[in-house]
């Protein structure tokens, strides 16, 4: 079955370490988005990335670096600059969105529950 | 700019129950997309519904159903009959219809915790 995996689904580290979470999907998806969440605060846009090798900011992209060197992979590192790294995050992706036309909705994987101390 | 309330944090209600989850949003765009989607204890997201903005029909799907008035900016999402499985965060989004083409930004609000007790 197509879907979105996200490994692992809990992570811990020190503080000051860098670290990645991974996210893969099958569903032959174009765009992929990564989203953190945190209580009470909803979801907020990290990164996103149209296509391979394309990727740009969303709402809180400092502290975070992606990369999209495949269609099926867009990783996330969370870098000892982001100030309060521990939450919830969730990687979608969505077929090729195009303005003003019936697009697919954004499919979710499980999540990573990252905690630095 | 963008933005979705979810004004009720938390709701418990007993099994069997009506409830109803609010969701209030704010754009300057003419034409937008409403979404709903439930978030389970397991983590993922699941899509429950869109609505673009130049659809004002309500819509059922089983137990489900939507409001969307858009002469108060409100999304509202009912669920009759209430069931245990039923408990989870559902979150309110919304997305721009004329976004950048390849990609679906989403403002989510802050979600609604819903406990079915039996």
């Known amino acids: 079955d197509g879907g979105i995996t996200q490994s692992p689904k809990y992570l811990f580290r020190k503080e000051g370490q860098n670290v990645t979470l991974s996210c893969e999907q099958n569903?032959?998806?174009?765009?992929m988005y990564w989203y953190r969440q945190d209580p009470g605060q909803g979801l907020r846009l990290i990164y996103y990335?149209?296509?391979?090798?394309?990727?740009q900011k969303g709402d809180i992209a400092e502290g975070y670096s992606v990369s999209r060197e495949k269609k099926e992979s867009f990783p996330l590192t969370v870098t000892s600059a982001q100030k309060n790294p521990t939450a919830f995050y969730l990687c979608?992706?969505?077929?090729?969105?195009?303005?003003?036309?019936?697009?697919?909705?954004?499919?979710f994987g499980n999540g990573t529950r990252l905690t630095v101390t | 700019a963008q933005k979705v309330t979810q004004a009720q944090t938390e709701i418990s209600v007993v099994e069997k129950e009506d409830v109803t989850l609010d969701c209030v949003y704010e754009?300057?765009?003419?034409?937008?997309?409403l979404f709903w989607y439930k978030q389970p204890p397991s983590g993922e997201l699941v899509f429950l519904i869109r609505?673009?903005?130049?659809?004002?029909q309500n819509e059922i799907s089983g137990r489900y159903s939507w409001n969307f008035q858009k002469s108060t900016s409100s999304f509202n999402f009912t669920i009759t009959a209430s069931q245990v499985v039923d408990s989870a965060v559902y979150f309110c989004?919304?997305?721009?219809?004329?976004?950048?083409?390849?990609?679906?930004?989403?403002?989510f609000g802050q979600g609604t915790r819903l406990t079915i007790n039996p």
């Open positions: 979608a992706s969505s077929g090729r969105h195009y303005p003003g036309a019936y697009n697919s909705p954004l499919h």
């Open positions: 569903l032959n998806h174009d765009a």
């Open positions: 990335s149209q296509i391979v090798n394309d990727f």
């Open positions: 754009t300057r765009d003419t034409t937008y997309y």
């Open positions: 609505r673009n903005s130049f659809d004002e």
């Open positions: 989004a919304l997305s721009e219809a004329m976004a950048i083409q390849g990609a679906q930004k989403l403002v």
